[in-house]
């Protein structure tokens, strides 16, 4: 997490605390410690149970008796999550269709060329971080503030999900990602809400196929651990 830095607000927090778990990859089961926090965020414990509370109400930490506690989804909660987007992201690129200036549409152009920068340097994380920023670009080009916020509180939920890192994933393929993100960059580029919508929803359901198809290929693998 960060360094202290100086006095935040609860709202504050909750943003670079937010952001900061997210960037370290905090593993599920970590209890947050509201003393530890303060520490380093060098703020009072007022703050951080600000902050803390509103992470549990995103759905970003649960309850462990008394303490907050980095969630781990299930495979179940995942595909959740992508059906969730599925239904939230066809809405957000057909408005973005309509609604997005051509600085928007460069703007989400800018973010493929780097993404695609990102897989021929071999820099995942990366690749994954400018997967979600070509998302949310879509949901900001849609101009519907709630559209976009919900979109990035299902992504933090990926994140925290060890299960939800579908570049780790065997199947995973970084050119069909990207040869889908493409597809809708170019749907968007023509105003074809249609053409847009059926691309994004292609785009989510493969990545929701792929999640199931990792479940047997996990438990193979956690039975030989189990076994050796």
Request: charged fraction near 35%; aromatic fraction near 6%.
């Amino acid at each position: 997490m960060s360094e202290i830095r100086p006095s935040l607000s609860g709202e504050d927090l909750y943003t670079a605390l937010r952001r900061d778990m997210i960037d370290s990859r905090v593993q599920g089961g970590t209890i947050l410690q509201e003393e530890d926090i303060a520490r380093r965020y060098g703020v009072s414990r007022t703050p951080v149970r600000e902050a803390l509370q509103r992470l549990h109400q995103d759905k970003l930490i649960g309850r462990k008796g008394r303490f907050y506690v980095v969630v781990s989804p299930s495979h179940d909660s995942v595909r959740e999550i992508y059906e969730f987007r599925e239904a939230i992201e066809s809405a957000s690129v057909a408005l973005c269709c309509e609604r997005a200036d051509d600085g928007q549409v460069q703007d989400i152009e800018a973010c493929l060329d780097a993404q695609i920068k990102a897989a021929q340097d071999g820099k995942f994380y990366e690749f994954e971080r400018l997967d979600t920023q070509f998302h949310v670009l879509i949901a900001a080009g849609g101009r519907n503030e709630l559209l976009r916020r919900q979109l990035e509180i299902s992504y933090d939920q990926i994140w925290f999900s060890r299960v939800g890192n579908l570049v780790s994933l065997p199947d995973y393929s970084l050119e069909e990602t990207l040869a889908g993100h493409r597809r809708i960059l170019d749907a968007i580029r023509r105003r074809d809400i249609g053409v847009a919508r059926a691309e994004m929803n292609t785009h989510l359901r493969s990545a929701i196929l792929l999640s199931e198809r990792s479940r047997p290929a996990e438990r193979a693998r956690k039975k030989r651990r189990t076994t050796e």
